[in-house]
């Protein structure tokens, strides 16, 4: 069979600091990669200086210089001039394990697909609240060739990464099928992550870590809330409703429709996209948001997720005051009745969740945690449940956030004396797990209160339902 060739495509914009590390990984790979197209997109610190030298250097190296147009238009620049079988995309801030070209090629040499997921290394420059496996890829469909739509119906939220960086794309499924980056914005990767799961007719998920990801100081996803991250956010997600609302992929699953809109939806109010100084725009995001979903949505049928997210753009549009916005709700009964049936079936759902934690008998519970999510936890049990009687201790070294009402004893070591272990964390819960389990702790003992598929956790529940 004949080898296929790699292309990789390295967009560049004053990363002088990081830029060396990246090129040296492309370069030193136990097989090379056929093609290394860097783009230079209006660098004014060193940047260009260095690739300029490394091309010299280096033959396959091609290097395109433009003006600075963004990531985006860098990228399709890019991906025009490719002329590899795939394509590879890699960040100038982040780097690639030595391997990744003979990992990729012996992929696609065993499996004719459109896409091969892999999956990252987070390496933290600065203290950001992201588990190490966060860019894992599931082993239970690891090697198995299937549309992507399935896997997306199989992994959604929590297994779907919308980032471009971490799979080979094969170059002529992106070109026949038109798939490129929307232009000038921030969040580029979501509409092209969007595309490509729904078109590409056959995917494989690999469990090898190929890429390193750098979570560093000033980067879109680290840096502060701006106008520009909302405008860009409401943006790019009109355009995937569009997608979506028009796929029949998409209008064959209906439920899975509703979830994707709500968990994108909530990105437009995370503290690092959007602020309180920006409430005319969330209120423009929510018209649009409404206008869209409002009368798709099933509420009856909705699981806690959907509820819970649901539950905390109404109470955002309740609060906003705006009569427009308010008047969207006249078609399911006016803004508080809908507040009121979303509450109720979201109540209803967490109270049968939480009744199965024994923190109303004569228990030794230790709870894995003792921040926010935990105390949220104790919160929603004492409203929906009732008392607690339990004899609980936290594994942590401190407690100072949790509600001094309960009486808590605080483990800075873990031993195999308690009934049970409750992973008080959605974000860590793996990471708990794992530690417990390396611990000797029964796994019998070991309580998740998260599947893959959950994408609220404790505090975003308490939130919705009793925050003012």
């Given at each position: 069979m004949k080898k296929s060739r790699i292309s990789v495509i390295i967009p560049v914009y004053n990363v002088e600091k990081y830029i060396e590390d990246c090129l040296s990984s492309v370069i030193e790979q136990t097989v090379p990669f056929d093609e290394i197209i860097i783009v230079n997109d209006g660098s004014i610190d060193g940047s260009g200086k260095i690739c300029r030298e490394y091309q010299s250097a280096h033959p396959e190296i091609i290097l395109i210089e433009q003006n600075n147009i963004g990531l985006s238009e860098a990228r399709n620049n890019g991906m025009k001039r490719a002329t590899g079988d795939y394509i590879v995309f890699v960040d100038s801030d982040d780097w690639v394990s030595i391997d990744m070209c003979e990992t990729i090629q012996k992929t696609i040499a065993d499996h004719d697909v459109d896409v091969v997921y892999y999956a990252s290394q987070i390496v933290k420059e600065i203290s950001i609240k992201i588990p190490y496996d966060a860019y894992a890829r599931d082993e239970a469909f690891a090697n198995i060739v299937m549309s992507g739509f399935d896997s997306l119906k199989k992994m959604f939220p929590d297994g779907y990464q919308m980032s471009a960086v971490m799979a080979a794309y094969r170059t002529c499924f992106l070109k026949e099928n038109n798939i490129d980056f929307i232009k000038n914005i921030l969040y580029e990767d979501r509409y092209f992550s969007l595309r490509v799961i729904t078109e590409a007719q056959k995917v494989i998920y690999i469990t090898n870590k190929l890429y390193i990801r750098r979570f560093r100081k000033s980067s879109i996803c680290t840096g502060?809330?701006?106008?520009?991250?909302?405008?860009?956010?409401?943006?790019?997600?009109?355009?995937?409703w569009e997608y979506i609302r028009s796929n029949k992929r998409w209008n064959n699953e209906k439920k899975l429709t509703q979830y994707y809109a709500l968990c994108a939806a909530i990105m437009a109010f995370q503290t690092d996209v959007s602020s309180e100084e920006m409430l005319d725009l969330r209120e423009e995001y929510m018209k649009s948001f409404f206008n869209e979903w409002l009368d798709f949505f099933e509420i009856d049928h909705m699981d806690e997720n959907e509820l819970c997210e649901l539950l905390l753009m109404v109470n955002e549009a309740a609060m906003s005051g705006s009569q427009e916005?308010?008047?969207?709700?006249?078609?399911?009964?006016?803004?508080?009745?809908?507040?009121?049936?979303?509450?109720?079936?979201?109540?209803e759902r967490i109270k049968a969740k939480l009744s199965k934690l024994p923190l109303g008998e004569r228990k030794r519970i230790a709870f894995y945690g003792a921040g926010k999510h935990t105390d949220c936890l104790f919160k929603l049990y004492r409203n929906l449940i009732g008392g607690i009687i339990a004899d609980i201790c936290l594994i942590v070294s401190d407690a100072h956030d949790i509600d001094p009402c309960l009486d808590v004893k605080v483990l800075d070591e873990i031993t195999d004396n308690w009934d049970m272990y409750v992973l008080s964390s959605k974000l860590y819960?793996?990471?708990?797990?794992?530690?417990?389990?390396?611990?000797?702790?029964?796994?019998?003992?070991?309580?998740?209160?998260y599947n893959k598929n959950d994408a609220v956790d404790c505090v975003m529940l308490y939130q919705a339902l009793f925050d003012e």
């Amino acid at each position: 069979m004949k080898k296929s060739r790699i292309s990789v495509i390295i967009p560049v914009y004053n990363v002088e600091k990081y830029i060396e590390d990246c090129l040296s990984s492309v370069i030193e790979q136990t097989v090379p990669f056929d093609e290394i197209i860097i783009v230079n997109d209006g660098s004014i610190d060193g940047s260009g200086k260095i690739c300029r030298e490394y091309q010299s250097a280096h033959p396959e190296i091609i290097l395109i210089e433009q003006n600075n147009i963004g990531l985006s238009e860098a990228r399709n620049n890019g991906m025009k001039r490719a002329t590899g079988d795939y394509i590879v995309f890699v960040d100038s801030d982040d780097w690639v394990s030595i391997d990744m070209c003979e990992t990729i090629q012996k992929t696609i040499a065993d499996h004719d697909v459109d896409v091969v997921y892999y999956a990252s290394q987070i390496v933290k420059e600065i203290s950001i609240k992201i588990p190490y496996d966060a860019y894992a890829r599931d082993e239970a469909f690891a090697n198995i060739v299937m549309s992507g739509f399935d896997s997306l119906k199989k992994m959604f939220p929590d297994g779907y990464q919308m980032s471009a960086v971490m799979a080979a794309y094969r170059t002529c499924f992106l070109k026949e099928n038109n798939i490129d980056f929307i232009k000038n914005i921030l969040y580029e990767d979501r509409y092209f992550s969007l595309r490509v799961i729904t078109e590409a007719q056959k995917v494989i998920y690999i469990t090898n870590k190929l890429y390193i990801r750098r979570f560093r100081k000033s980067s879109i996803c680290t840096g502060p809330a701006s106008r520009k991250k909302i405008e860009d956010v409401a943006y790019g997600h009109k355009k995937e409703w569009e997608y979506i609302r028009s796929n029949k992929r998409w209008n064959n699953e209906k439920k899975l429709t509703q979830y994707y809109a709500l968990c994108a939806a909530i990105m437009a109010f995370q503290t690092d996209v959007s602020s309180e100084e920006m409430l005319d725009l969330r209120e423009e995001y929510m018209k649009s948001f409404f206008n869209e979903w409002l009368d798709f949505f099933e509420i009856d049928h909705m699981d806690e997720n959907e509820l819970c997210e649901l539950l905390l753009m109404v109470n955002e549009a309740a609060m906003s005051g705006s009569q427009e916005l308010i008047g969207l709700f006249d078609i399911c009964g006016g803004i508080y009745q809908c507040q009121k049936q979303v509450r109720d079936l979201l109540l209803e759902r967490i109270k049968a969740k939480l009744s199965k934690l024994p923190l109303g008998e004569r228990k030794r519970i230790a709870f894995y945690g003792a921040g926010k999510h935990t105390d949220c936890l104790f919160k929603l049990y004492r409203n929906l449940i009732g008392g607690i009687i339990a004899d609980i201790c936290l594994i942590v070294s401190d407690a100072h956030d949790i509600d001094p009402c309960l009486d808590v004893k605080v483990l800075d070591e873990i031993t195999d004396n308690w009934d049970m272990y409750v992973l008080s964390s959605k974000l860590y819960q793996e990471e708990m797990y794992q530690n417990l389990l390396g611990k000797l702790i029964p796994e019998k003992k070991i309580c998740r209160l998260y599947n893959k598929n959950d994408a609220v956790d404790c505090v975003m529940l308490y939130q919705a339902l009793f925050d003012e």
